[in-house]
């Protein structure tokens, strides 16, 4: 027994690391002939393992698939070998732009346009570049709009395996909010 699960969980491995992408668990179950509960019995034992060695990797959940990464703490290290940026600057309008996307998603640029009351072009175009949002579909309606939704890297950029676990916004924050979008507009007008 022992040894089937050690062959399965090299597997697993194996199946993630080619990948590069995230695999679904219906699709590992299928490969490898098991049950889906035990793919994920298998991967939370590789993920427990992966965290409490001393190692370079881990595997993250991002909805019901799974990923191997390389642990947060060698990205410096990494990105001085491929020189790529450290970061991607999040101004508050693509900030603004992604909540807004994260929260009401699959959502059209002129639905944002209209939350935010300015144009989004810009934010949306550095969004999609930045692989944090992308085209989920296209609204059956007049013009056929481009709908926007959050990616796997939106998840993972933001330490959160499902949309589940964005914060909930309550009935009480939005009229807070909307009382500071007042008070700011009052102060942008008088000044």
Do not use: W
């Not at 992966?50 to 993250?60: L, P, Q």
């Not at 990464?69 to 410096?76: Q, S, V």
């Not at 085209?135 to 013009?143: F, K, M, P």
């Amino acid at each position: 027994m022992e040894d089937s699960i050690v062959k399965n969980q090299a597997a697993i491995e194996a199946i993630l690391f080619s990948m590069g992408d995230a695999v679904s668990v219906k699709d590992l179950a299928k490969v490898l002939e098991l049950d889906e509960k035990d793919i994920v019995k298998l991967i939370t034992d590789m993920m427990d393992k992966y965290e409490n060695d001393e190692r370079g990797i881990r595997i993250v959940k991002l909805e019901d698939s799974y990923q191997l990464c390389t642990k947060n703490e060698y990205y410096d290290i990494l990105s001085q070998l491929v020189n790529m940026p450290k970061k991607h600057n999040l101004t508050d309008s693509l900030m603004e732009t992604l909540s807004i996307i994260a929260y009401k998603q699959p959502v059209t640029r002129q639905e944002i346009e209209a939350i935010r009351g300015v144009s989004c072009v810009h934010a949306i175009n550095k969004l999609v570049e930045y692989k944090l949002v992308a085209e989920v579909g296209r609204l059956d309606a007049i013009g056929r709009p481009i709908l926007f939704g959050t990616t796997e890297d939106f998840l993972r950029s933001f330490g959160v395996t499902s949309m589940d676990e964005l914060p909930i916004i309550t009935p009480d924050k939005i009229e807070d909010f909307k009382q500071e979008a007042m008070e700011e507009a009052q102060l942008k007008i008088e000044v």
